[in-house]
């Protein structure tokens, strides 16, 4: 895959549009244009465990004590949890205690780190990594342990290791959009990357698109460009969502606005109903040809011509849900207070209806 992301300086948009970083069902983290995670390129073909330490596969060496979890990145970076959830960085940064229910750091190699946090003394915590689908507990209130399992519900706050491992990013999913709110990062770094970032994921698009085509009927009376207008935007479906991050638009300042093909562009607007939408225009239509909805589920629908301002419903047809569990390509424990805060991410980005004003980025 590595081919279908040259080399050369990163994204600095804070929305993208983003295809072929799907890799065997999962997103890979060090395709968000946010660094490798500290991991490079290392791998490591075995895991062995010991009493506290272990190395993940991609070479991040966890070691824990009675004081926290210190991790070492192949990039020369460091971490260090305490107790009680809190992550430091190496310049004096640190992150906010974590929770009752425990904090996970997910890395780049796909392997996460678990701890549950001491709620009385000094050592009373327990500290797990996970690897595929086994769990390995290093550390279980006082001692230092190794013991395999199988990996549990997490209930905690998940958090993404990013930059060269020293970036860390609240995730949350809206329908096929990935919020991203730095949560950390060392001070020296902190112009270097985006506060926030919404990743819409172009594998979740081109997938109801096609599958789309597929249910509209080949004659229709009540609309009869339907089959043809849907049938082009399934061939085009390639050239759509090439396998790269294509940035926001930024002829189009306060908007939420992608430029694609062939004068095609996708456009991110959060409705008073708290709804989101994706449009798919034409030029300078102002009426998308297809429109994705957020709400819950995310379904996508044909638009009718004029887009059923005058008379008539707004769409043809039921449409087709998203069949893709975003939570399978990349897993949160996010709840409703989450995506409401990502739905006001979009709104800060530009992801506004006409005419009401920017919020102001906290």
Known sequence: MCALFPQGPEPTAKVLLLSG???????????????????GESRVS????????????????????????????????????????????????????????????VFADDSRLRLYPSVSSAGQFRAELLVGQRSYTLWDRRQ???????????????????GNGQSLYKPAWVGPILVLERLLCPLANESMGPAHRAVIIGEALAQTLMALRMSIPRKTVEFPQAPEAVGTLAEI??????AR????????????QIPLYDDFRLRVTVAKSRTVFIGLYRRSSMVPVVEWSI???????LVRPG??????????????????AMSDLLETNQNFRDVERARGILEQLG?????EPLRPEK
């Not at 199988?150 to 290791?161: A, N, P």
């Not at 479906?237 to 090439?242: E, W």
């Not at 887009?307 to 998203?322: A, C, I, N, W």
């Open 144 to 162: 230092p342990v190794v013991e395999a399992g199988h990996r549990k519900k997490f209930r905690g706050q998940t958090i993404l290791v990013l």
């Open 295 to 301: 709400s819950g589920r995310t379904r996508l629908q």
């Open 46 to 105: 075995s895991q062995k465990a010991e009493k506290g330490r272990m190395l993940t596969p991609g070479g991040i060496l966890v070691r824990v004590q009675r004081q926290g979890v210190k991790l070492d990145f192949p990039s020369g970076a460091e971490l260090l949890m305490t107790p009680k959830g809190r992550i430091h960085l190496r310049d004096g940064g640190a992150s906010l205690p974590a929770m009752a229910s425990g904090v996970e750091l």
């Open 307 to 324: 887009g059923g301002e005058v008379r008539g419903p707004r769409y043809y047809l039921k449409g087709v849900e998203l069949e893709i």
């Open 21 to 39: 970083a799907v890799q065997d069902g999962r997103l890979a983290l060090d395709r968000l244009h946010l660094g490798d995670g500290g991991v």
């Open 351 to 355: 992801a506004r209806e006409l005419g």
């Open 237 to 242: 479906v390639p050239k759509l969502f090439p």
């Open 245 to 256: 991050a294509i940035e926001e638009s930024v002829a189009t300042p306060g908007m939420m």
